[in-house]
């Protein structure tokens, strides 16, 4: 499974940005898709993720400011990102589970997004 990130990029504070990550090579449907983010000199940390079934699980500090989605049949998944902060700079990794017998991980290649004036 190949997972493609795209819709980084540098957008001033308060702005918006919409993530797209497809995952391509497989038939059957992803378990869990999810969005992770890496800053400069820090652990890489869940943003969000949702599951198949429809549930989500979002990190604090981007709860009512970013919205997860997924297209089942495409198996892709979207984050959208409001009210965005200088400290949502990070690269952003696309994440995918897959549990056929036992559970695989799949990572994108990350994409930048920078919050700045």
């Known amino acids: 499974v190949q997972l493609q990130a795209s819709g980084g990029g540098l957008v001033l504070p308060g702005g918006s940005l919409r993530l797209s990550c497809a995952a391509s090579?497989?038939?059957?449907?992803?378990?869990?898709m999810g969005w992770y983010r890496q800053a400069p000199g820090k652990q890489r940390e869940l943003v969000a993720i949702?599951?198949?079934?429809?549930?989500?699980n979002y990190a604090d500090s981007v709860k009512g400011r970013f919205t997860i989605s997924r297209d089942n049949g495409k198996n892709t998944v979207y984050l959208q990102m409001n009210s965005l902060k200088p400290e949502d700079t990070a690269v952003y990794y696309c994440?995918?589970?897959?549990?056929?017998?036992?559970?695989?991980?799949?990572w994108g290649q990350g994409t930048l997004v920078t919050v700045s004036s």
């Open positions: 090579g497989t038939s059957r449907s992803l378990n869990v």
């Open positions: 949702l599951t198949a079934g429809g549930t989500t």
């Open positions: 994440k995918a589970e897959q549990v056929i017998g036992r559970r695989y991980t799949y």
